[in-house]
């Protein structure tokens, strides 16, 4: 089956530890995405790549990090700057510049205590 | 800059009944646009989408959506609500050659029985 997968599906973390959430999709697209979503808010966007090992700050990128160094993944650090961490995380991918929608996949819960 | 409104932040509907979900964007030239819907702690499914061509365009579970340029809308319609259908909708937005998706802050759907 091909998909987008994030795990965990729960995390729980104390403040001030850095953490990093997986994502991986073998759909062999070239563009993936990361986006955070609080209640009221909508999505929105912190970082995404277009191309291995490059990668864009989306509208939220301080406190996070990336990096992109296979096609097939693209982890999300949160980091102990990040002031209000808590929220829940989707990952999403699209085949390219040509391509119009994103796929989503299932995202994960942080919380950090 | 482009963006996207959804009023109505929480809508009731009577089962069987229409279902009406409102989006308006704001942008220079004639956007993508799509809707997307997200069950609890799940990631987001495309229901549809508008790119070229036909402006009334169908999508998955009996939903469709219009994209009328004069009043830069593209709302969201089922005409018999089911209790499957109770989930968060978004809609957004996408400009020809930009990466980016830019959302809604979503509209929460109650079906009642």
């Known amino acids: 089956d091909g998909g987008i997968t994030q795990s965990p599906k729960y995390l729980f973390r104390k403040e001030g530890q850095n953490v990093t959430l997986s994502c991986e999709q073998n759909?062999?697209?070239?563009?993936m995405y990361w986006y955070r979503q609080d209640p009221g808010q909508g999505l929105r966007l912190i970082y995404y790549?277009?191309?291995?090992?490059?990668?864009q700050k989306g509208d939220i990128a301080e406190g996070y990090s990336v990096s992109r160094e296979k096609k097939e993944s693209f982890p999300l650090t949160v980091t102990s700057a990040q002031k209000n961490p808590t929220a829940f995380y989707l990952c999403?991918?699209?085949?390219?510049?040509?391509?119009?929608?994103?796929?989503f996949g299932p995202g994960t819960r942080l919380t950090v205590t | 800059a482009q963006s996207v409104t959804q009023l109505g932040s929480h809508v009731s509907v009577s089962e069987g009944a229409l279902v009406l979900l409102r989006c308006n964007y704001s942008?220079?030239?004639?956007?993508?646009l799509f809707w997307y819907v997200q069950y609890p702690n799940q990631g987001l499914q495309l229901l549809l989408k508008?790119?070229?061509?036909?402006?009334l365009v169908k999508g998955i579970n009996g939903f469709e959506a219009e994209f009328k340029k004069s009043e830069t809308s593209f709302h969201l319609t089922k005409p018999s609500a089911h209790m499957s259908d109770a989930a968060e909708y978004f809609c957004?937005?996408?400009?020809?050659?930009?990466?980016?998706?830019?959302f809604g802050t979503g509209t929460r759907l109650t079906i009642i029985p």
């Open positions: 508008y790119t070229t061509g036909a402006t």
């Open positions: 999403a991918s699209s085949p390219g510049t040509r391509s119009y929608e994103q796929y």
């Open positions: 957004a937005v996408r400009l020809f050659g930009n990466e980016k998706l830019t």
């Open positions: 790549s277009q191309i291995v090992n490059d990668f």
């Open positions: 942008s220079s030239v004639p956007p993508y």
């Open positions: 759909l062999n697209h070239d563009a």
